[in-house]
């Protein structure tokens, strides 16, 4: 009796029969069956397909092979196969270059051929294929060859300079070249149109040549790409669609809930605590489920604006109107009844939601050359196999309704206008009866069904045929996955200004325009908000309150982003700050807080929060990150600071810090880089010795 090695099971399966070694853990499912002809018909059919793809595609064959036997099991998978699925597979990833540059061949593999004779071969493994592992071990590859260029660049070059100005002309070259490499690669480098454009900075330089150097900036890039990859070859071989996975495949779905689990995991986890009264402490995830992170609470807020936006239109005497826009059927790779669309142009739902807004830009500049307003909202959802599509409620002057819709329908027709089906399809548009319901209504399902599915029990999707409450997390797995913007407001006052004002909760503060918004914002009142700030139409420059904003401490790379701080009245000729974020909180773990409540010597990289709001702004998937002091975050600054003012002479010596070099530097004072000298913060200095420095002497 032999024993075949099953990859995917812990323990061996008896059979009669020896498998070839080199087979994927696919591929070792299938020959397992105990069926050799099974076994070589699946092989040669599936052979040309990632293993991911083709799990499926197994799966289903051999379950109908258990259930109707070889002959029916064989006419599926031909029929399946046959449909166009390795044309369409290879005009994917044609669409995506970076397969041809991140890459890796793994040798001395034996495989099978059609006669079931084992042969040796090579097989060359590209980005759609490979492991967590592998692609951080490209990243970091990547990341090193950058970093020598950038070493040897500045080397040979920067003796010479004599002047700030002739540095700067080195480093934006170095930049183009470190550039030109990222793109080849696949990624687009940051502030790259800029830099075509002639408008690109000296600091964005210095950042976009930091992140090309970076082996976490890389990491992250390439595993975007790959999960962009990896969803459009799902959709291309009919894993998405209402008979399989509507919306989004099931491994999207599946990282989606593995991410929300370790979101919730992080929020529980986490402790709030004001800085300035440390008796004050709040659970992270107390304080999430209290913003509009809350799927319940931003249904509820949509909800409001939307009615107050239709209570709006009803003062002004203006119409409503619920309009659909949808791309040609070109963008669609499933048709609405099941079956391969065969003249889908191997589009991703990405670049069909920017097509669309293009469509909807070259709408609202025809407008606004006509002097036409409208004000409303706009809903993006997933047709079964993923496509977006527009649902819009806006209201307007009844005299201007038929311009509206004919310049809706002629950018909506300006492509493939004259197929089939498209006068009836691109473009639908249905006038609100106020007498026979509200505006709200139309849109209030399209709202639902894209959160949380609130009232949706008993409604079914006309596409898939399931309960609309069954697909929500379908639905926010695609709009993750392709980072697609669900809910947009047209025209009208920020919201952002909206949710400062109702942190006052109510208490006035002596200006009488910004009493009256905090007023209203305090009832929830967004019809009377929207008059107060200027009205629907209303432009930014002409807005009574705004918001204010500072810096945040920079980031490793040198990036400072901005967080709110408050609102100020902008039509008054002098600037005044009214406060909207007067506590500061500490983010520590539970866990330390209750067994140090000194949380001495248990930091993390980022500074201290400011609000609700910025807690919820980090993303929460670093769950095993330590928590802040000020102790660490005075440090890191400082450490910070010495680096971006030490960069060229750092680059000079050859030194590049990794993130754990970083992190020791700033818990020890010292570090040692790779010719054994020691890098240590000494006297509010940089200095490179032989000898370790036992502390950090950052003030002296």
């Known amino acids: 009796m032999q024993y075949a090695t099953v990859r995917q099971a812990s323990d061996y399966i008896k059979t009669d029969r020896v498998a070839p070694m080199g087979l994927t853990p696919v591929q070792y499912e299938l020959f397992n069956c105990g069926d050799d002809d099974i076994f070589k018909f699946g092989y040669a059919k599936l052979k040309g397909l990632p293993d991911f793809l083709s799990k499926y595609f197994v799966k289903r064959y051999l379950k109908t092979f258990r259930k109707s036997g070889r002959f029916t099991a064989n006419t599926w998978l031909r029929t399946t196969l046959d449909n166009g699925v390795l044309e369409r597979v290879e005009n994917v990833l044609q669409r995506h270059p970076i397969i041809e540059t991140v890459k890796v061949s793994e040798s001395n593999i034996q495989t099978i051929d059609e006669d079931g004779k084992r042969i040796n071969t090579t097989k060359t493994i590209a980005l759609h294929e ?180 239709e209570e709006l239109a009803k003062l002004y005497g203006y119409v409503g109107e619920f309009y659909t826009l949808t791309a040609p059927s070109s963008y669609h790779a499933i048709s609405s009844k099941g079956g391969f669309v065969k003249k889908w142009n191997f589009s991703n739902p990405r670049d069909t939601q920017d097509y669309l807004c293009r469509v909807f830009a070259r709408v609202r500049a025809a407008l606004k050359r006509r002097n036409i307003n409208i004000f409303g909202f706009r809903v993006v959802e997933p047709h079964h196999d993923g496509t977006p599509h527009w649902h ?215 500074a201290a929060w400011s609000s609700v709001n910025n807690c919820t702004d980090q993303k929460i998937d670093n769950v095993g990150e330590e928590i802040n002091t000020d102790e660490k975050i005075d440090k890191e600054q400082q450490v910070q600071a010495l680096i971006s003012r030490k960069i060229d002479w750092l680059l000079r010596k050859k030194i590049r810090l990794t993130d754990e070099m970083y992190n020791e530097l700033v818990r020890t004072g010292s570090v040692r880089v790779k010719d054994g000298r020691y890098l240590s913060v000494d006297y509010g200095e940089l200095r490179l010795s032989y000898q370790r420095r036992s502390e950090v002497k950052l003030n002296g």
């Open 130 to 309: 490979f492991s967590r592992h592998q692609v951080v071990e490209f990243a970091k590859k990547i990341a090193d060859e950058m970093f020598i260029i950038q070493q040897d660049f500045l080397d040979e070059n920067l003796h010479s300079c004599k002047t700030k100005e002739a540095i700067d002309k080195k480093v934006k070259s170095l930049y183009y070249k470190l550039g030109r490499l990222t793109e080849l690669k696949g990624i687009t480098p940051q502030f790259w149109d800029k830099y075509h454009k002639g408008l690109i900075t000296s600091e964005q330089i210095g950042i976009s040549i930091m992140k090309m150097c970076d082996e976490d900036w890389w990491t992250r890039k390439l595993w975007q790409k790959r999960s962009y990859l990896r969803e459009h070859l799902a959709i291309a071989v009919g894993q998405v669609q209402a008979a399989a996975s509507p919306y989004a495949s099931r491994e999207a779905i599946a990282e989606w809930r593995t991410q929300k689990k370790k979101n919730s995991q992080f929020l529980k986890t986490m402790q709030l605590i004001n800085e300035e009264d440390e008796e004050e402490q709040l659970g992270l995830d107390e304080m999430f489920y209290k913003t509009v992170s809350n799927p319940a609470i931003r249904r509820c807020e949509l909800m409001n604006r939307m009615r107050g936006f």
């Open 392 to 606: 819009m409620l806006f209201f307007m002057e009844q005299k201007h309704v038929e311009t509206v819709r004919a310049i809706f329908a002629k950018y909506a027709l300006e492509e493939d206008g004259n197929e089939a089906g498209a006068n009836e399809h691109r473009f639908t548009a249905k006038a609100i009866d106020w007498e026979k319901g509200s505006a709200t209504g139309y849109i209030a399902k399209y709202i639902a069904k894209n959160i949380d599915g609130y009232a949706c029990d008993d409604d079914v999707d006309d596409e898939t045929g399931e309960k609309l409450k069954d697909g929500v997390k379908n639905v926010c797995a695609w709009a993750s996955k392709w980072r697609i913007r669900q809910f947009q407001q047209i025209g009208g006052a920020p919201v952002t200004v909206f949710r400062e004002l109702r942190r006052k909760h109510g208490r006035l503060v002596g200006d009488q325009q910004i009493d009256a918004l905090i007023q209203a914002a305090d009832d929830g009142d967004w019809t009377k908000y929207t008059e107060l700030q200027g009205g629907a139409f209303v432009s930014r420059k002409d807005l009574v309150a705004r918001t204010v904003y500072e810096d945040r401490k920079p980031n490793k790379y040198g990036e400072i982003s901005k967080k709110i701080i408050g609102i100020f009245n902008q039509l008054k000729p002098i600037f005044e700050l009214i406060g909207t974020r007067l506590k500061k909180w500490k983010l520590v773990k539970k866990s330390v807080l209750a067994s140090q409540q000194g949380l001495v010597n248990h930091s993390a990289h980022s």
